[in-house]
């Protein structure tokens, strides 16, 4: 079965970490673009960051670069979101995206607040 799979979305206080993971399954995984997006309560699905096949290449939306990093382990078929110093704006449903396949995720909901 072609899925993916996130987990690690909870409440968290602002300025903590969280460190989203997503499992693929049903698929080569290591010949995929792999993205991230996330939804906010009564907005539209943001993207948040792509990562090339190789983990080589990433590019971030400006409203977390530098404080989201993205990285894959295609030995685990493993794609991760490390997310520092959260913002209460960062509260979302949060997504990830296999580009080769047009497949999504469930998602795992983030919540930042004290």
């Known amino acids: 079965q072609v899925q993916l799979v996130e987990s690690g979305g909870e409440l968290v206080q602002p300025g903590g970490s969280l460190r989203l993971s997503c499992v693929a399954s049903g698929f080569t995984f290591s010949n995929s673009v792999m993205l991230w997006y996330r939804q906010a309560p009564g907005k539209e699905r943001e993207w948040v960051g792509t990562?090339?096949?190789?983990?080589?290449?990433?590019n971030y939306a400006d409203s977390v670069k530098g404080r989201f990093t993205m990285s894959r382990d295609n030995g685990k078929n493993s794609f991760d979101l490390q997310m520092n110093n959260l913002k209460p704006e960062d509260t979302a449903v949060y997504f990830c995206?296999?580009?080769?396949?047009?497949?999504w995720g469930q998602g795992t909901q983030v919540t930042v607040s004290s």
């Open positions: 995206r296999a580009l080769s396949q047009d497949i």
């Open positions: 990562i090339g096949a190789d983990g080589d290449l990433a």
